[in-house]
């Protein structure tokens, strides 16, 4: 049973193009994340939001629009999609309401590969 | 900007051996560090965990050392399986999100 499953698992598409990465977790968790692991391996925050409000919102373009319709789901919109937007696309999920070792604790996707051409 | 770094992008240790892996920082304000592992085609789980009011933790084969002065951790594999083989990421948190470096990957042979 998926703790934290993002679909699709890869995502092939043309520049230009709008697309979206869904995540939905079951862990009863309030805190969800979205990370991108670009070329050069870094994982990198994107979006953090608690029980559906946005949290962290880094130096990431418009064109990425995080939506939480529920705290058990982040999906990920990308419109007029760029080559350097491929890159794998992690969604995770943590407590909120523990102590550190609790809430520091990510639970992963097993990411979406995308690849903009 | 790397505030976390791991500067071995890879390792390579005999099965039964000690496996090191070393992670700097350079932000003050971390005080809580983990250690995850990846598997190809996996998202990241958790291995171990740090307070910055310790300077070690302990969780069977696994230990994780912390030197706050030096802003140096170190992940410690004793012995070292097969199965260990991974990419390792360290990463450090201010309390907001956390902070990645850019892994190494272990390599265990038999």
């Known amino acids: 049973d998926t703790a934290v499953s993002q679909t699709p698992k890869y995502l092939v598409t043309q520049m230009g193009n709008d697309k979206s990465i869904k995540c939905e977790q079951n862990l009863g968790h309030d805190t969800m994340y979205w990370y991108k692991q670009d070329s050069k391996k870094f994982l990198k925050i994107m979006f953090s939001?608690?029980?559906?409000?946005?949290?962290i919102n880094e130096t990431v373009p418009n064109r990425f629009s995080p939506k939480s319709p529920d705290k058990a789901h982040l999906n990920l919109h990308i419109n007029s999609l760029e080559l350097g937007d491929s890159a794998v696309y992690f969604c995770a999920s943590s407590p909120s309401e523990g102590d550190r070792a609790t809430n520091e604790k990510l639970f992963f996707g097993s990411g979406t590969q995308l690849s903009v051409l | 900007d790397q505030q976390v770094k791991q500067n071995s992008p890879s390792l390579s240790v005999q099965e039964g051996r000690i496996s090191i892996l070393n992670c700097d920082y350079t932000n003050s304000m971390f005080d809580y560090f983990l250690w995850y592992k990846k598997y190809p085609a996996e998202g990241p789980t958790f291995l171990i965990s740090?307070?910055?009011?310790?300077d070690k933790n302990e969780d069977g084969r696994f230990t994780v050392f912390l030197n706050k002065s030096a802003k140096h951790l170190s992940l410690h594999i004793v012995p070292s399986q097969p199965g260990d083989s991974a990419v390792y990421f360290c990463a450090a948190s201010a309390g907001t999100a956390l902070i990645f470096g850019k892994g190494t990957t272990l390599s265990v042979s038999s």
């Open positions: 740090i307070s910055s009011i310790k």
């Open positions: 939001y608690n029980n559906k409000e946005l949290i």
